[in-house]
């Protein structure tokens, strides 16, 4: 249920979720216990933010001193330009600042600054935040956006799930490093699963024990066990970090067990005496489960996109993803518009199109049968 919510988040563009301080500053602490020195002396920017609220901008001018950085620089979409529409009332920190503009706060973006002591204390911390309006909305693919991206050295946010497909782009033509929150699915973007594919981008440390919460001001249209009315926190399964950063768990080897050892105890029905499938258009086997991969299988194995969570470069190549148009030449087969016909009349028992091309296909029950998205890995020598 939470997997269709985050569909239908995306369609009305009810993207507005906030991260919480604690997962952020999970995710945070893998990188730093990796490397010690990965911020310091950056410029960090958080675009698609929202300075005020955001958790985001609270951890990092909190721990500014810790992480040792250089300069944090954190922006905000102008309320008006919102594609949902809400009754945008400005708070107290805004109408009591000298620079507050009554037109200004509703159609231009909001920008937070964090360089020095400015208060004095002796520390520099979410206190001496400075802040101006943007001369334009925002937006982070306006001219003025880009200027801050160039400027800095990691990129790190939750932007709207909407424009998860352009902000993707937006940061690797600027060669940046990066943390940013985004859906599990969008690993079937093309765009997306050839930079994972070639090490350029893998998962992040992850949130804890996969569940997502976030704060949304949108309370309704939320299945049931879905939204919290007491904590105001909607969960997701479905949501991971992407980043460009090294950490200790992404080197981390998955405890395996052999062929032989899988068909006698593995505690999935589907391999345990029965075995592996191979495709029948991929010269591969299907690997439903993550923790069903064998350790002493030398070709091809498709397994489910959660693998990639539990994915060592030491310990696996990544050799492409059972896709339509064949990007990754792994293909055996191809099937023609009447097979597909044929193949849906037999496995629902009338006229229809089942899309044998879209995925890898196993011959089962006596017929052909799509499985669910696989990542197509070997082990590595």
């Given at each position: 249920?939470?997997n269709?919510?985050?569909s239908?988040?995306?369609?009305a ?5 906030y ?5 952020i500053e999970k995710e945070?602490?893998?990188?730093l216990?990796f490397n010690?020195?990965t ?10 933010d929202?300075?005020?609220?955001s958790n985001f ?5 909190q721990?500014?001193e810790?992480?040792k950085l250089?300069?944090l620089?954190s922006?905000?979409f ?5 594609s ?13 600042a ?7 706060t509703v159609v231009?973006?909001?920008i937070?600054t ?7 204390d ?10 101006s ?6 937006d982070?693919?306006?001219?003025e956006?880009k200027?801050?991206r ?6 790190i946010t939750n932007p709207?799930?909407?424009l ?6 937006w940061?690797?033509e ?11 699915n969008?690993i079937?973007l093309?765009e997306l699963?050839?930079?994972i594919k070639d090490?350029k ?10 569940n997502?919460?976030f704060s ?6 939320y ?8 904590t ?5 399964r ?13 080197h981390?080897?998955m405890p395996?067990?052999?062929?032989d050892d899988?068909?006698k105890?593995s505690?999935h029905k589907e391999?345990?005496?029965?075995g592996?499938l ?5 010269d591969a086997i ?5 923790d ?6 030398n070709g091809?194995?498709?397994v489910p996109?959660?693998?990639l969570?539990k994915?060592?470069p030491?310990?696996?190549e990544?050799v ?8 990754y030449k792994?293909?055996t ?8 016909k ?11 199109t ?10 089962r029950?006596?017929?052909l ?10 082990h590595?020598?």
């Open positions: 249920m939470a269709s919510n985050l239908k988040a995306k369609n563009k009810n993207d507005e979720f991260t919480q301080y604690q997962d945070i602490l893998a990188y216990e010690p020195d911020f310091t002396g950056k410029t960090i920017l958080m675009p698609c929202d300075p005020e609220w901008t609270k951890f990092f001018a721990n500014f810790r992480l250089k300069k620089i922006t905000s102008a309320p008006d330009s919102k949902l529409k809400v009754n945008y009332a400005p708070t107290l920190f805004e109408t009591n000298p620079q507050f503009d009554k037109t200004k231009n973006g909001k937070f964090l360089t020095h002591d400015k208060s004095g002796g520390k520099i911390d979410v206190n001496d935040l400075e802040w309006y943007l001369k334009g909305d925002g982070f693919k306006s001219e956006i200027k801050l160039d400027e800095a050295d990691i990129i709207p799930f909407s998860f497909r352009e902000f993707l782009p940061i690797m600027a060669n940046k490093q990066f943390v940013i929150i985004g859906s599990m969008s079937g093309k699963f050839a930079y090490n981008i893998w998962l992040g440390n992850g949130f804890k024990a996969g997502a919460f949304s001001p949108i309370s309704n249209n299945a049931e066990g879905v939204y919290d009315k007491e105001g926190l909607v969960k997701f479905n949501c991971c970090w992407y980043t460009n950063i090294d950490h200790g768990r992404r981390l080897k395996l067990m052999t062929l899988n068909l105890f505690k391999i345990k005496g029965s592996y191979n495709y029948e258009n991929y299907e690997v439903p489960f993550t069903a991969i064998p350790s002493d299988f091809v194995m498709g996109i959660s693998f969570d994915y060592s030491e310990q696996f990544i492409g993803m059972c896709e339509n148009l064949d990007l792994q293909k087969k191809m099937y023609s518009s009447k097979e597909c044929q193949a849906y009349l037999d496995k629902f028992g009338k006229l229809g089942y899309d044998l091309n879209a995925s890898g296909v196993v011959f029950n006596n017929q049968e799509k499985v669910y998205t696989r990542v197509l890995i070997k590595k020598k």
